[in-house]
């Protein structure tokens, strides 16, 4: 992380380190996020994940009993049972969220990482995940908060940042916890 001091000024409410997955629709942020957490768990971390939807989600449906008390009204709902706790809030502006008022929100007690998949026009520390063959255009020339590329092909413009194979989860991991972790929790972010 040699590109910035101080790389979430913005997000004074993150806690601990966030690293984020930045890519178009459709490169496969969540593949990689699956391969890559059980690796980084392996390894003693505790991960928490915050995900940008792009839709109207549901966690509830119809018929139960909470969806039809938070249709009637109801905000927030929280789910709870022995395995796991939800809660649900209706925005009651509807916008775009930011990432540090959804982080404000969000439990870090005990975590080493949360790793955010999207939110990349956000400035916070990202890996950007690039697939030349879907003619999207690569996302760090313009983001200086981009600290590695993770490619599955030539680039047209060779980073000066470290560039990873996206098919391969072991050394993103690798980066992740050696090229990246240590310095974020040098640095400003707890």
Do not use: C, W
């Not at 915050?50 to 909470?66: A, C, L, V």
């Amino acid at each position: 992380m040699t590109r910035r001091d101080n790389p979430t000024p913005n997000l004074p409410n993150a806690r601990v380190p966030l690293l984020g997955f930045a890519a178009f629709s459709g490169t496969g942020k969540t593949t990689l996020l699956k391969k890559l957490i059980p690796r980084l768990m392996a390894e003693g971390l505790k991960i928490g994940l915050i995900k940008h939807g792009h839709h109207d989600f549901e966690i509830d449906h119809p018929g139960k009993d909470s969806y039809e008390l938070r249709r009637a009204g109801a905000s927030p709902v929280m789910l709870s049972s022995a395995r796991r706790r939800a809660i649900i809030t209706e925005h009651r502006v509807i916008r775009e969220p930011l990432l540090n008022d959804e982080l404000a929100h969000f439990d870090q007690t005990g975590l080493d990482l949360i790793l955010v998949e999207g939110f990349k026009r956000e400035a916070f520390p990202k890996i950007e995940l690039h697939r030349p063959s879907l003619g999207k255009p690569l996302l760090f020339p313009e983001d200086r908060t981009i600290i590695a590329i993770a490619t599955d092909a030539a680039l047209a413009i060779e980073p000066a940042i470290p560039r990873l194979d996206l098919n391969d989860p072991e050394p993103i991991a690798r980066f992740i916890l050696k090229g990246f972790l240590p310095h974020a929790a040098a640095g400003s972010l707890r």
